[in-house]
């Protein structure tokens, strides 16, 4: 008997095209001649080589973000801190000053603090609500203002309006992570930004099971770099991941309205509940940048609470989460379900006790991403919480 080799498979042809997109997990991609494999990369044809160099679930994926972003030529990555760096390699070399916002999320304060320096940039952080002092703190050498729209997890609200115009003044680049207004409150790039990046792991996937991130840049020439810097250093994303996070934006719509309605109820429950020692809440008329975020965001105030506990310590801490379930305690955001994070233990562990505070985060600080659960349930369950918590 003549032994016949396995053939590799051949993708079937068809009249019809899926609905739903086919994960492509393919590393590499074949052509027929070495002509053929010039025109791609010379940009004569379209297509793929490699998939550190792109695939088509990931080019999918950066293409429905586009669209929310109003972008081009967005890529997407293997994460929401990837995004951050690879804007910040593009935008900034050894010798150049980066500032960034004093309540940026724990993993960018760390790469301001840590990782940049090493890498021989300057650094150094200011107020983002407060125009004055940003201007204070420009140097001759700044190259890149890093700010979140509305802060990781204090929820106060930048003057980007503010920062946008003063940057452009000074020729500086402007990277904002709009990972917690996400596209339907806020566009940085029609707004005037260099630079917008997403965590899309969180709210725009929105299930917890896709680790990937999001950039992209305004002018041509940092869109190119943002690309060689991608993969270059491997940040690729995975094309199991890219297909999660798709299917899970064919319904950020109906999450995001879900949840912010409910987020304002839980504000305003919170607050006349005596357990609490404040809430944080954008669309809450006693939040200090209430005015700025309904001039900023309309009516998108989102889906993020924060509030300080009564007492503070571990123990009231601790027994506050453990009150809290079914609700799941957790280091995240953006889930189609609540969750409840803890600052001290969990994103900002890496600054000091003092640190913390300085910023706003006592212990007892808590910050909920809203889900699309009941509203009257969330409201009981957080409610109940805190009164057995600070009760005990």
């Given amino acids: ?8 498979p051949t993708v079937p042809t068809s009249a019809a095209r899926p609905l ?22 010379e940009g004569q044809a379209t297509g793929f080589t490699y998939s550190r160099e792109g695939h088509p679930n990931a080019s999918s ?11 081009r030529n967005g890529i997407v990555v293997s994460s929401g801190m990837a995004a951050v760096v690879i804007a910040v390699l593009t935008a900034a070399k050894a010798g150049d000053h980066v500032l960034g916002g004093n309540q940026l999320y724990g993993r960018s304060l760390r790469m301001m603090n840590e990782e940049l320096p090493r890498l021989g940039m300057e650094t150094s952080l200011f107020d983002p609500t ?4 940003l201007e204070q703190a420009i140097r001759p050498n700044t190259r890149v203002i890093l700010v979140e729209v509305v802060s990781n997890p204090t929820l106060r609200v930048a003057d980007m309006e503010g920062i946008i115009a003063l940057a452009k003044s000074r020729g500086i680049k402007v990277i904002v992570d709009n990972t917690f207004t996400t596209p339907r409150a806020y566009q940085p790039l029609t707004a005037g930004a260099d630079f917008v990046v997403h965590s899309v792991t969180k709210l725009l996937a ?6 990937l991130g999001y950039v992209a840049a305004a002018d041509a020439e940092d869109a190119e770099r943002l690309y060689v810097i991608a993969t270059t250093w ?13 299917r899970g934006m064919l319904t950020f719509d109906l999450r995001f309205a879900q949840a912010q309605r409910s987020a304002a109820a839980i504000a305003e429950a919170l607050k006349d509940s005596g357990t609490i020692e404040r809430v944080i809440y954008p669309g809450d008329p006693s939040h ?5 975020a309904r001039t900023l965001l309309g009516e998108h105030a989102g889906n993020m609470v924060s509030f300080q506990l009564k007492g503070n310590s571990r123990e009231v801490s601790n027994a506050f989460a453990q009150a809290a379930a079914p609700l799941a305690f957790a280091p ?44 009257d349930m969330l409201i009981e369950t957080l409610v109940s919480a805190a009164k057995t918590a600070t009760q005990a």
Avoid at 206 to 211: C, E, F, P, Q, Y
């Fill in 332 to 375: 995240t955001l953006g889930d189609v379900a609540t969750t409840i994070s803890h600052p001290a233990s969990s994103s900002h562990r890496a600054l000091t006790v003092e640190a913390r505070q300085t910023l706003g985060m006592g212990e007892t600080f808590f910050r909920v991403s809203v889900g699309v659960e009941p509203t």
């Fill in 20 to 41: 739903v997109s086919p994960i492509q997990p393919a590393v590499v991609y074949t052509t027929e001649t070495p002509d053929a494999l010039d025109a791609l990369y």
């Fill in 1 to 8: 008997m003549t032994q016949k080799p396995v053939l590799r």
């Fill in 206 to 211: 929105g299930h917890s099971d896709a680790l």
């Fill in 61 to 71: 994926l950066a293409k429905m973000i586009d669209n929310m972003e109003d972008a």
């Fill in 288 to 292: 200090p940048d209430h005015n700025r």
């Fill in 130 to 133: 407060d125009l004055a002092a």
């Fill in 234 to 246: 491997g940040f690729t994303a995975c094309p199991w991941s890219c297909w999660t996070a798709e």
